[in-house]
């Protein structure tokens, strides 16, 4: 393993990482860093033979979250009251947007959550994310539109952000 090829791609591309854990999670940190964590290990795991690393750590956050959810019957769910405070170091306002879009992310359902970061965030195909999550393209359409029609409802404030 080229440990020092590994340690630079952990080190430029960890902060992107962590937002996408963090908005795959619901805003949770500690199950963003577990999902980060998780993936890189093993990335590290298989780092030769990767081509791609980023596609490949990202289909594992997919992938390892995806699993996450199917358990989640087994454990019990972590509500929290409000967000916790976080610096706002945006003069324009895209700080308090993001807490907005956070916190209305943070209600949907964990499939609903997955289906709008993957089609709108990633910008990936339905087709692919149908793939991704192990479900039918009409699957993905319809939670889109219900997760969409459920972000207008928890945060109608998005609605003027186009």
């Known amino acids: ?46 780092w030769r033979r990767v081509e791609a690393p980023e596609a490949y750590v990202r289909q594992v956050m997919y992938r390892q979250q995806v699993s996450w959810w199917r358990a989640a019957g087994r454990r019990p769910e972590v509500v929290r009251a409000e967000l916790p405070d976080l610096p706002d170091n945006d ?13 209305a992310l943070a209600r949907l ?13 990633e910008d990936l195909p339905e087709r692919d994310v149908a793939q991704v999550l192990g479900c039918s393209v009409g699957t993905v359409r319809s939670t889109a539109h219900r ?3 459920r972000l207008r409802e928890v945060a109608p404030e998005l609605e003027v952000v186009r």
Do not use: N, W
Not at 24 to 44: I, M, N, P, R, S
């Open 1 to 46: 393993m080229d440990e020092s090829a590994f340690r630079d791609f952990v080190a430029a591309r960890s902060p992107a990482l962590m937002r996408l854990g963090f908005l795959l999670t619901g805003g949770d940190q500690h199950a963003a860093e577990d999902l980060v964590q998780t993936a890189l290990a093993k990335l590290a795991a298989k």
């Open 91 to 103: 003069a324009h306002g895209r700080s308090e947007l993001r807490m907005v879009l956070r916190g």
């Open 109 to 121: 359902t964990p499939r609903q959550r997955a289906v709008v970061i993957l089609r709108y965030y």
């Open 147 to 149: 997760s969409l029609a």
